[in-house]
C-alpha cells in the first residue's frame, strides 16, 4: 500500500526559506521507472505543477520557480525533500506530494493529503 | 511551457445527467493527458491517465477519449458524490502542467 505525507512549517514569513518533506511508504524511490512530484494550490485555485525528481535522480523545474526551488531524495530515508527560498506570500498554498509512475503513460497515482503553508509577517 | 486550457469552467448539473468536459492543449501531446477529480479540502484523486485507461477502481460511468490537442472526460450518469472539480494534466513533457479545473456542480 502506497502513502505520502507532506510535514513541514504552517508558517513561514517573507523572504524566508521553506522546507517541505515527503516522507512515504509502500515503494521505493532507487526503483526504475519511480518518481516522486510536488504540486500546489492556492487558497481557491487550481493545481500547480512545481518539480520531480526520478529514481535515476533526474531532476525537472517549473521554469518559472526553477530559480527558488530544489528537491532532493534520501532513498534510504523514503523521503523526498522540497526546498523553496524567498517565500512571497503569494506562495501560501496546501503543497502536495504525489507518487507518479513512469512507463508507457506518466501519471500521480498516490497523493498525499497536503501540507497548507501560509506566508505572513 | 504546454498551456491546458479546460472548458467549461463550471457547470451545473443533475444528478443523473451526463457531463461532457473538455481539455485542449497548445501543443500536440500524443496520448499524455491525465484526469483528477478533486473535492474540497481533499487530494486529488486519479481517474484517468493516457487519455482513455481507467485508473484501477474508479466507475465507469467515466470515461475519456482524445489524441493530440483536444481531449474529453464524460461521466455517463452524474452521481452525488461526482460534484467535484476536475483537471487534467499533461505529462508529454515537463512541466506537466495542470488545466484550470471544470467544477461540476449541483443544479
Known amino acids: 500500500q502506497i502513502t505520502l505525507k507532506e510535514s513541514g512549517p504552517t508558517l513561514v514569513k517573507p523572504t524566508q526559506t521553506l522546507t517541505l518533506t515527503c516522507s512515504f511508504s509502500?515503494?521505493?524511490?532507487?526503483?526504475?521507472?519511480?518518481?516522486v512530484g510536488w504540486i500546489r494550490q492556492p487558497p481557491g485555485k487550481a493545481l500547480e505543477w512545481l518539480a520531480l525528481i526520478y529514481w535515476d535522480d533526474e531532476e525537472f523545474y517549473s521554469p518559472s520557480l526553477k530559480s527558488r526551488l530544489t528537491i532532493t531524495k534520501d532513498t534510504s530515508k523514503n523521503q523526498v525533500v522540497l526546498t523553496m527560498t524567498n517565500m512571497d506570500p503569494v506562495d501560501t498554498a496546501t503543497y502536495f506530494c504525489?507518487?507518479?509512475?513512469?512507463?508507457?503513460?506518466?501519471?500521480?497515482?498516490?497523493w498525499g493529503q497536503g501540507a497548507l503553508v501560509t506566508v505572513s509577517s | 511551457d504546454i498551456q491546458m486550457t479546460q472548458s467549461p469552467s463550471s457547470l451545473s448539473a443533475s444528478v443523473g445527467d451526463g457531463v461532457t468536459i473538455t481539455c485542449r492543449a497548445s501543443q500536440i501531446i500524443s496520448n499524455y493527458l491525465n484526469w483528477y477529480q478533486q473535492k474540497p479540502g481533499k487530494a486529488p484523486k486519479l481517474l484517468i491517465y493516457?487519455?482513455?485507461s481507467l485508473f484501477s477502481g474508479v466507475p465507469s460511468r467515466f470515461s475519456g477519449s482524445g489524441s493530440g490537442t483536444d481531449f474529453t472526460l464524460i461521466i455517463s450518469s452524474l452521481q452525488p458524490e461526482d460534484f467535484a472539480t476536475y483537471y487534467c494534466q499533461q505529462t508529454f513533457s515537463a512541466p506537466h502542467t495542470f488545466g484550470g479545473g471544470t467544477k461540476v456542480e449541483i443544479k
Open positions: 509502500g515503494f521505493s524511490l532507487s526503483i526504475y521507472g519511480v518518481g
Open positions: 493516457a487519455a482513455s
Open positions: 504525489a507518487h507518479l509512475l513512469f512507463g508507457d503513460a506518466l501519471y500521480f497515482d498516490y
